[in-house]
């Protein structure tokens, strides 16, 4: 979400200047990369980059299929094998072993409904979304691009005019929502055959760290470049200023009792408890422990925990599902002992949780690093 962020901005930037632009999505990968489907990159008719589709390996081949794209304002599906190993036929070395397929789009700002304008939408809906890009595998064929966005709440934008094809596209649009994975699927549209990389994207995290001491700050300038919202909670008010707290989305001066009225919770907001004051902790965690909070960090050793919950269950409150959700000490295990190192532990186990990972050693892993589900293909047929 943060690279769709970037690359909006950039567009919004080479516009203000007269630039043309071109949009480089990854949209299918067999083997192992670097980047996986859904990685994207802006190129502007001067050469600056946006985001990244490779480790950088691809990119300067990329920027001139690019500018031929820009220039014959025509979409192009490039594919690279980087399992070759000829590396010298792209001219760079390349660390992968698959084959990268890589749709070019020029784009358009005359156009309603170019994929920037689409991308626009989902920031505009703090909810999950469905994102639709076509692309044949001939690479004589149309390339029809970034074409239909699906929110949850059942929002349809999309620059498709035949009915029949958005009958066909709209369900595997809504199941990937209702699935929360990502798929590949094949159509078969009368003459034209294409692959539809069908893209689950969900809200960035919004995380709230409630305290606003020296430690504090750390945390919230990493998540800050994770492109994460950030809201900092206090009940000191000159401790939760924006000098201290600078680029920060929003600021509370509140009793533990009343901060969670001015905030809007949903399945990507994770909770810090970083006060350091045991009775503000006790508070706030007696009100999100009943709260549907996928992660709630609590700051400080085992036995702090242990007591906060044995005097929430001496109160009554029962522990139910949301228990589980609470993570105490706060963080990865890495041996951290400065307030960026513990600001990094828990970067790291915030984004483990939201990824469903252990946040285990990689190469203790058997197999794959990245999930194949996505991979799975499916066929569906519309005749004329």
Known sequence: MKELHDIIRAFEEAQKHGKQAALATVVQVEGSSYRRPGARMLVTDDGKLTGAISGGCLEGDALRKALSVIAQQKSRLVTYDTSDEDDAKLGVGLGCNGIIHILFEPLD???????????????????????????????????????????????????IADHKILNVLLPDAQSVLQNMQSITRNYDFGENNFRG??????PLVSLVIVGAGNDVMPLAKMAGILGWRITVVDGRRDYATAARFPGVQKLITSKPENVLSQ?????????????????????????LIIQPVRYTGVLG?????????????????????????????????????????????????????MAGRSGGF?????????????????GLKMKN
């Open 362 to 378: 990689l190469k203790g892993i058997h197999g794959t690093i990245h999930s194949r589900d996505m991979e799975g293909e499916a």
């Open 263 to 287: 905030l809007s919770i949903d399945a990507q907001t994770v909770f810090v408890l970083m006060t350091h004051n045991y009775n503000y902790d006790l508070a706030m965690l007696r009100e």
């Open 109 to 159: 700002p005359a156009k309603p409904d170019n994929p920037i304008e689409i991308f626009k939408k989902i920031f505009s809906h703090r909810q999950n979304a469905s994102l639709i890009t076509l692309f044949s595998m001939d690479s004589s064929a149309i390339q029809v691009g970034t074409c239909l966005l699906r929110l949850e709440d059942g929002t349809i934008i999309s620059g």
């Open 301 to 353: 050793p085992k036995k702090k925990l242990e007591r906060l919950m044995n005097e929430l269950k001496d109160e009554g409150i029962p522990e139910t599902g949301e228990r589980s959700n609470i993570y105490g000490p706060v963080g990865l295990d890495i041996g951290a002992e400065t307030a960026e190192e513990i600001a990094l532990s828990i970067i790291a186990e915030i984004k483990a949780v």
């Open 197 to 202: 990389f069908v893209e689950l994207i969900r």
